[in-house]
Nanobody, 123 residues
Framework: QVQLIESGGGLVQAGGSLRLSCIAS????????MAWFRQAPGKEREFVAA????????DYADSVKGRFTISRDNAKNTVYLQMNSLKPDDTAVYYC????????????????WGQGTQVTISS
């Protein structure tokens, strides 16, 4: 069973930065993809960024490209989401997710989820 625990959310002003962390318990990291999704009130859960344990190559949503950076540290079983130049539109609950296999962009394809961490950006 895969267990994911997120942390690092909070309240910051527009233009500020946050770093989210996701500690994962996975038996074979090389066959898993890790991703971040977010969900704002009244909106669908949307893809933010993803990375594979095997290659470390990232994927980003267009809305965060150039501002967010996803990375992983296999020794710490942790995936990070560094968020810079934050905007009020980034306000959402951010979820860490994992699936066996490669990166996909829809939340329904991910069977494993963390509890979510709230990110609020004030203007």
């Amino acid at each position: 069973q895969v267990q994911l625990i997120e942390s690092g959310g909070g309240l910051v002003q527009a233009g500020g930065s946050l770093r989210l962390s996701c500690i994962a318990s996975i038996r074979t990291f090389g066959f898993y993809a890790m991703a971040w999704f977010r969900q704002a009130p009244g909106k669908e859960r949307e893809f933010v960024a993803a990375i594979t344990w095997a290659t470390g190559n990232p994927d980003y949503a267009d809305s965060v490209k150039g501002r967010f950076t996803i990375s992983r540290d296999n020794a710490k079983n942790t995936v990070y989401l560094q968020m810079n130049s934050l905007k009020p539109d980034d306000t959402a609950v951010y979820y860490c997710a994992s699936r066996p296999g490669g990166v996909l962009l829809t939340y329904a394809s991910y069977p494993y989820w963390g509890q979510g961490t709230q990110v609020t950006i004030s203007s």
